[in-house]
C-alpha cells in the first residue's frame, strides 16, 4: 500500500496552478478541482488519500466541506488554507476535526512536509483497518511492518516455510519469535496439522522429557497412565522448541536421534514410533558459543544450523514502530473499553528514537499503558526527561537526530528530498546518517 492521494480545492485558478508545480516536484499523486462539489465522489472510507481546501469559497465554503469529509470518514486528514482575516475561523476547525491549517502566504516546505505526515497518517489508518478484518488478511499480515527489514524477513519466510527443512530462528528476547514460527507452518503444507509450542526453559527438569517424549504406565512413580509426549502429538505438524538453548544437554542427545532419525521411544517402552513432524527452534543466544563453552551440544548446533532465519530487533526496523505502535493502541483500546487514541507526530518521532531492548514485546505494553493513562514512567518520557540533565553539546546532537530521523520518516527515505528541505550536501548527509547510526533503508 503506497502513499495516497491529494485532492486540492481552491476556486482561483491561478493558485491550482501554482500549487500544482509544488506538488509535481514532491512526486505526490494529487487531482486539483475548482469547487469541493467536483470532487466529492472521489471520498469514501476507503479513499486513501487527504483533503486540502482553500476555506472561502461559493457554494460550499473549506468550513462546510470539512463538515462533509467528517461525516464520511473522520479519519481523513482536512488541510485548509486560509486568508488572514480567518485564522480565528481555522483554529475553531481544528477543534472540530481539520488536521491542520496555513495561512496565506505560506512556506511551500512546510505545507509539503504537513501534507507529508497526513498522508501518512491516512496510509497508516487503513494499514490498520485492513488488518483489523480478518477477510482481508494473509497469513504474512501477522507480520506487522513494511520497513526494509521486515520485507526481507517475510521474503525468507516464503522461501523457506515451502520446505520441509528444520529451521533455526536467531532473535532477542520480545522479536516475536514464536509469530515467526507459526507463521512458518500456516505456511507450510502442514499447516492443516498442530503447532505444538514448547518453551524449553519453562519446563521443569523433573517432567521434561516425559512431556516432551511421553511414557507408558507404570514407567515410574506417579505414572499412572500411558502418556502421549508433545512430539508425537505433533503428527503431520511443527513443534517449536522455543529458548532451545536451556534444554539439558542429556535431553540435547535424544533430540538429535529425533531430527536424525525421525523416531522415538516412549520411557518404559523400547517400541519405536514413526515422527512426522518438522522442528522450528529459537534461542536469543548464540548457539556456537555456547557449543565452545560447553553448554550446548556442537553436533546439535550443526545439525540444525541449516536454515537459518535472523529475526531483526526492533530497533532495526525502527520504520514500523508507528504502524506497531497505533495497531497496539488500538488492541489495547479495544480491550479495556476506552475511547479511541491515536499517536501524535512528537510522540511517534520520541518513540522512533527511543532504544527499545525489549523489542515489540516492550512496545506493547507501553502502549498499553499509555492507554490507561500510566504512561507516566514509560521508556519514551525517561528519554525526554533525560534532557534535563545532559550537556547541551549532547542535547544537540539528539537534536539533530531527531530531526533527520522525522525528515526520513516524511520523506520515506529519499535522500534528496532530505537534502533539499535541510539544506545538506548529500556528502554531509551522509555523514550524519553514519554519525548517529540511521539506516536511511529502514525508512523506505
Sequence with gaps: MELGKVLFVDDEEHIRNSIAQS????????????SPNQM???????????????????PMDGIALLEHVQRIDSDIPVVLITGHGDVELAVSSLQNGAYDFF??????????????????????????????????LNVMDAIIGDSGPSKRLKQQIRTIASTDVDILLNGATGVGKELVARTLHALSS????????????????????????????????????QRIGKFEFAKGGTVFLDEIESMPLDLQVK????????????????????LDIRIIAATKKDLLIES??????????????VAVINIPSLNERKGDIGLLAQYFIDKSVNKHNISGLNINSNRLLE???????????????????????????????????????????????????????????????HVQSCCDELGLPRKTFYDKLNRHDLNRADYI
Design 23 to 34: 506538488f509535481d516536484l514532491a512526486g505526490l499523486d494529487y487531482e486539483c478541482f475548482s
Design 40 to 58: 466529492l465522489s472521489q471520498l469514501n472510507k476507503e479513499f486513501n488519500g487527504i483533503v486540502v481546501s482553500d476555506i472561502r469559497m461559493q
Design 103 to 136: 495561512e496565506k502566504p505560506y512556506n511551500n516546505n512546510r505545507l509539503m512536509n504537513c501534507l507529508m505526515r497526513a498522508l501518512e497518517k491516512r496510509l497508516l489508518h487503513q494499514k490498520l483497518l485492513a488488518l483489523q478484518n480478518p477477510q482481508s
Design 190 to 225: 502442514r499447516a492443516s496439522a498442530p503447532f505444538v509450542a514448547i518453551n524449553c526453559g519453562a519446563l521443569p527438569l523433573s517432567i521434561i522429557e516425559s512431556e516432551l517424549f511421553g511414557h507408558e504406565k507404570g514407567s515410574f512413580t506417579g505414572a499412572t497412565s
Design 255 to 274: 533430540l538429535l536421534r529425533i531430527l536424525q532419525e525421525r523416531n522415538l521411544e516412549r520411557l518404559g517402552s523400547n517400541k519405536l514410533i514413526d
Design 292 to 305: 565452545e563453552s560447553g553448554n550446548f551440544r556442537e553436533d546439535l548446533y550443526y545439525r540444525l544450523n
Design 351 to 413: 518513540l522512533e528514537n527511543h532504544d527499545w531492548p525489549g523489542n515489540v514485546r516492550e512496545l506493547k505494553n507501553y502502549c498499553e499503558r499509555l492507554v490507561l493513562g500510566i504512561d507516566d514512567v514509560s521508556a519514551a518520557g525517561d528519554d525526554m526527561r533525560k534532557y534535563e540533565n545532559i550537556p547541551l553539546t549532547e542535547r544537540m546532537r539528539l537534536f539533530e537526530k531527531q530531526e533527520i530521523a522525522a525528515c526520513l520518516t516524511a520523506h520515506n527515505g
